[in-house]
Every structure is written in C-alpha cells, then in structure tokens.
C-alpha cells in the first residue's frame, strides 16, 4: 500500500548573496529530521525530500509544498510534515490586521533585497505558507518545524561566551528597521489560528522575543532545539505525548544554559497522543 505521508526537510547555512550571514548547524537540522522521521515514525526515503543550501531556492522551497498540499487535497496524504531550519527575520504586516505588527519571514539560500527591503521573490513570509496551508483538509495533519528566530531581541551575554549565534537577519537597511522595529511578530500560528485552522502542530524554536540558537554540541553544530528535539524523541522511542517530549527538550536546553523556550502549538498536540 501506498505510503500516506510526505516530508520536507530544508536545513540552509549558507546564503548565496550574504555570506557574512553564514551558519552551520542547519544542514545538519534538516539530515537529523530525514533520519528521525524514518527511524521512528514511518517515513520511508521516498517520503522525504531534503534540500539544503544551494538546494534550498524559495522557489524550490515553495514549489515542493505546492506539491505536497495538492497531493493531500487530493487524497494521497494524510500526513505532512515541513521543518526548516535557517535564519529568520521581519517585515512589516501588510495586511493591516494590527498597526503594530511584524509579519515573520524565512530565509532561503537565494535571499536577496530590493531597494531598502527584502525582495518578495526571495523571501519566504508566513503569510504564503499560511496561504498554502489553509488549503489542507480537515482529515490531513500538518506538523511543522521552525528553528529559526521570530526577532532577533532575545540574544543574551551568555550566547556570546559559547559557540553560538542567533538565527536571525535584521531587516536590510536602516528605513526597513525603523518600519519593524517595536512591532510584535505574529508568526505562522497565530496567523493560521486567526483563519480557525487548528488541524496542525507547530513546533517552534523559541518564544517570539527569543532568538533560537545555532550551537556547537558535543563537537558538531546542530540547531539547539532541533538536537534536543531528536535526543528525547529517540529515548523514548516515540512512546511519550508531544507535550511530554516539549517538557524533556526545555529542561535540556535549561540545563545548557540556553534562553529559548520552544513552543508547541495546536489543537491537535491535545488530540492526539503520540507522535504520528
């Protein structure tokens, strides 16, 4: 019988036109998600695409997922998930909801501006994949991870002792800061609550006045969620709830001295039991 699941995995360290922006636990985020998800929750390799860096175009990006929803829609799957892990950065909110917020956008590899602003065609905002996602059937089950930052607010003294760096790109220029900065970041969730779509779960790095680490651990760079998040999904053998793995993955990052508190959002985190 046919697999009923797919999987984007998309880890991004390099950034074709910022090379100064560099980070290097992302590849190895988006190989450790693909390992997870066929050892212990039933993905095969066909059911898992990878992209990194040079891989890793919005274009490519966008063009998988469309695939992926469309599928769905049609039936194929009933499970789909998409982690990403890369820097994250703002804009401001275009649609008006709120004067004072910032939309959350992901940077992919082809990350460019235009003028004093991210250029839209290679910028990836939450408002597209909310877009994208609001398309799915009630019957399919989104499950998605972010360890990116919502701001770049929350980078603390001790960060700068240790080998990590925030994953987080101010906005371009100084007129593009000016128009995001003090505004609250919205975020794919409470985007897609505002819609009633509550048949997702979002796993998120960290709070959204909190930047998410990317960290060398145990001698190789991995994205500090994202390491701790496969290190208890693999002890318990996916045996414990999500929120029961949630509770495990702070209590590491606490006790490595790490600031970020992931979240952990969505109906079904309550619905459901274990891990797909």
């Known amino acids: 019988m ?6 984007l995995c998309v880890g ?23 390992a997870l998800h066929k050892e212990l929750l039933g993905f095969t390799n066909a059911d898992i695409t990878v992209l990194t860096d040079a891989q890793a175009t919005k274009a490519n990006i ?5 695939a992926m929803v469309a599928d769905a829609k049609a039936g194929k799957f009933n499970y789909l998930v998409f982690s990403l892990s890369s820097h ?11 004067p004072d917020r910032a939309d959350e956008a992901f940077c992919p590899y082809d990350l460019a501006q235009k003028g004093n602003v991210w250029d839209p065609k290679y910028i990836i905002l939450d408002d597209e994949l909310h877009d994208l996602f609001v398309q799915l059937p009630p019957n399919v089950l989104l499950e998605v991870y972010l360890d990116t930052c919502h701001s770049g607010t929350g980078l603390k003294s001790i960060d700068m002792l240790l080998d990590r760096k925030p994953r987080f790109l101010p906005p371009p220029s100084l007129e593009a800061f000016l128009d995001v900065d003090g505004r609250r970041s919205r975020g794919l969730y409470e985007s897609m609550l505002e819609k009633g779509i509550v048949h997702h779960i979002l796993w998120a790095g960290c709070r959204s006045d909190q930047t998410s680490a990317d960290a060398k651990i145990g001698g190789s760079w991995h994205g500090a969620f994202t390491y701790y998040y496969c290190k208890e999904m693999r002890k ?7 929120l029961e793995v949630l509770k495990k993955v702070v209590a590491d990052l606490q006790a490595g001295h790490y600031s970020q508190i992931p979240q952990l959002e969505g109906e079904a985190t309550v619905r459901r039991s274990k891990i797909a």
């Open 2 to 7: 046919a697999s009923k699941r797919r999987a």
């Open 62 to 66: 966008m063009k998988l997922l469309s």
């Open 236 to 242: 318990c053998k996916n045996k414990l709830s999500r």
């Open 12 to 34: 991004i360290n390099q950034f074709k036109n910022y090379p100064s922006a560099a980070l290097q636990g992302c590849v190895n985020d988006a190989k450790d998600m693909a």
């Open 88 to 98: 994250g950065t703002q804009v401001p909110d275009k649609n008006g909801d709120e």
